[in-house]
């Protein structure tokens, strides 16, 4: 079958990859749509370390083929969502409601690839560059058909990350301001997790003119080149700001356009040794700074949740979808995204 493998040299579209059959508690998918997100591009350009060679993509949607013993929430046929996150669901962590915590959903990459005599890596317990991947049972979320896979793909990365950062884990309340440093994916679905949670003043910082008609369509209600102009619209600074890019001097500025009690929000992924500095006495007006981990997500909540806001009109997922590409012309999806042509490429098989 297709898949895009990375051997920590180059990417290559191949043809010669296997997948096992899914063994007790796991889903076997046939992928139909997948997002290309910059944690992609990440793992290839070192900024996200990853064992090689692994099968890249991880925000995927496609049909379930086969399920495993013990599975019984999906069933062939159906379409699903798949989320990153293959947690136990038994630890304390996940039996508080935070999966996104659970140990062994971090760091634990298997290898259900194979080319040849080789075992590949899967990426994010995902792998949804494939025609057909295997998760645990838990990552598969059933959606409603009617949904198309190009618009459904997005709802497991840059949709749970950016709603779900501003809903689940910065809980922006009815008459918030907000700040969104960078609109790529993750920064745009910010804007509309805003926009839902009711802030009175959502303010898109993008160095690119051009995107202020999608920041704005989005949920923006002020748009900036510069965050030099955001104390000229909020003069006592915002409650929340979310980095969305993952630049040390732009956590920096995130950090110093706080009003007093607001909370810095970071989901820009520099590189891991990456070290980023404030003043101290800033802080002390009970202001924060959080980290934020796919949005602090429980995806088999949360994905029904955003495919009912699809349905309602409520939340944007079609507009988020630029381009799609064939799986062949993955190098074009990698250049548009890289130049930021696109708010999220689509790759279909």
Same mark, same amino acid.
């Given at each position: @079958? ?21 063994? %007790? ?62 947690? *136990?669901?038994?630890?304390?962590? *996940? ?5 996104? @915590? ?22 994010? *317990? ?26 459904a793909a997005l709802i497991g990365c840059g949709v749970l990350t950016g ?35 009711? +802030? ?12 202020? +008609? ?32 993952? &630049? ?15 909370? +810095? ?5 520099? &590189? ?10 800033? @802080? ?7 980290? *934020? ?5 429980? %995806? ?34 990698? +250049? ?14």
């Amino acid at each position: @079958m297709r898949g895009v493998v990375f051997d920590g040299k180059q990417v290559q579209v191949v043809d010669d990859l296997a997948v096992r059959e899914p063994g %007790p508690g796991e889903v076997l998918v046939a992928i139909s749509a997948a997002g290309l997100c910059h944690s992609d591009l990440s793992v290839v350009d070192g900024t996200i370390p990853f064992p090689v060679p692994v099968v890249l993509g991880h925000e995927g949607a496609g049909v379930v083929q086969a399920v495993g013993a013990g599975v019984s929430h999906v069933v062939p046929g159906d379409h699903v969502a798949l989320s990153t996150l293959a947690n *136990c669901g038994t630890c304390p962590e *996940c039996d508080r409601g935070r999966p996104t @915590m659970c140990r062994q959903a971090i760091g634990r990459p298997g290898r259900p690839f194979s080319r040849g005599d080789r075992p590949v890596h899967q990426f994010a *317990c995902n792998s949804a560059f494939a025609e057909r991947t295997v998760v645990k049972a838990v990552q598969a979320v059933r959606i409603p058909k009617d949904i198309p896979f190009s618009s459904a793909a997005l709802i497991g990365c840059g949709v749970l990350t950016g709603v779900g950062a501003v809903l689940n884990r910065a809980r922006v309340d009815r008459g918030d301001t907000v700040v969104v440093i960078g609109t790529g994916g993750i920064g745009l679905n910010v804007l509309q997790g805003a926009r839902l949670a009711g +802030a009175l003043r959502i303010v898109a910082v993008d160095a690119n003119p051009a995107k202020e +008609a999608v920041a704005r369509q989005f949920g923006a209600t002020d748009f900036l080149t510069s965050a030099k102009g955001v104390r000229d619209l909020l003069p006592t600074g915002a409650d929340h700001v979310f980095e969305c890019v993952g &630049r040390v001097e732009l956590i920096r500025q995130a950090v110093d356009l706080l009003d007093r009690h607001g909370q +810095a929000v970071l989901l820009g992924v520099p &590189r891991a040794s990456a070290e980023a500095s404030f003043v101290v006495s800033s @802080m002390f007006l009970d202001k924060a700074i959080l980290g *934020c981990r796919y949005g602090s997500s429980r %995806p088999q909540r949360d994905i029904p949740l955003y495919a009912e806001l699809y349905r309602q009109g409520r939340l944007l997922l079609d507009e988020l979808v630029t381009e799609t590409y064939p799986v062949e012309d993955f190098e074009k999806a990698r +250049a548009d995204a890289e130049a930021g042509r696109v708010a999220r490429g689509v790759l279909t098989f």
